[in-house]
């Protein structure tokens, strides 16, 4: 999560693919809905419905893992509402630390494969020092989604698969293009370190 990004600036990210145009309206429809929780429950229907739908078909290479690092594509950025979607591509065993999601709301489906969620609970806070404990976990499988809204959004994503790759689609309020990582220093307690994330190239 602390690699540069890639991607060239300039230009929104608009990546073609089947159904593409369906998502969109539905992610634009579910805005309308209100609050960030009425617009997040709304997102998190469309995904569940969508990523079912055979007509709705990611990119071909967000099916491709990258060795090092699990992928992060950026398909799209609204110049209308400024939100992201991206899909990120999970090689087996790959994961994230502890972060947050820059107080961004992010709505996150999984379109192939299996994820194991972890949410943390922030108890305390010493300067950049954190103390975390674990609020419960999941295993989330293709066509189930969930969310994340600040000050609720800590928590680890991990393919925990030893062979196969998963696949998710997140919707973030934002670009999401750094955040903050916690890694363990003694027990409960986390270091804060800013992360600039990384864009795989999507094509």
Not at 7 to 33: H, K, S, T
Not at 129 to 156: C, D, K, N, V
Not at 159 to 178: K, M
């Amino acid at each position: 999560m602390s690699k540069p990004s890639d991607r060239a600036g300039g230009a929104f990210p608009d990546v073609p693919f089947p159904g593409r145009e369906r998502l969109l309206a539905g992610i634009d429809q579910a805005l309308a809905a209100g609050d960030c929780r009425a617009v997040t429950a709304a997102l998190r229907g469309v995904l569940c419905e969508l990523i079912r739908d055979p007509g709705v078909r990611l990119p071909d290479c967000v099916h491709q893992p990258i060795e090092d690092h699990y992928a992060r594509r950026e398909l799209y950025r609204s110049p209308e509402h400024g939100y992201s979607v991206v899909a990120m591509t999970w090689g087996p065993g790959q994961g994230t630390p502890i972060h947050d999601h820059a107080g961004c709301w992010c709505v996150e489906g999984v379109w192939e494969g299996e994820l194991e969620i972890t949410q943390f609970e922030l108890l305390e806070r010493d300067g950049d020092r954190f103390r975390f404990r674990s609020a419960g976990g999941m295993q989330a499988g293709p066509g189930s989604a969930g969310s994340l809204i600040p000050p609720h959004e800590y928590h680890t994503i991990r393919n925990a698969d030893s062979s196969a790759i998963a696949v998710s689609l997140h919707v973030y309020e934002g670009p999401l293009e750094q955040c903050s990582r916690f890694e363990a220093v003694s027990g409960e307690w986390h270091l804060r370190m800013d992360s600039t994330l990384r864009t795989d190239e999507a094509a």
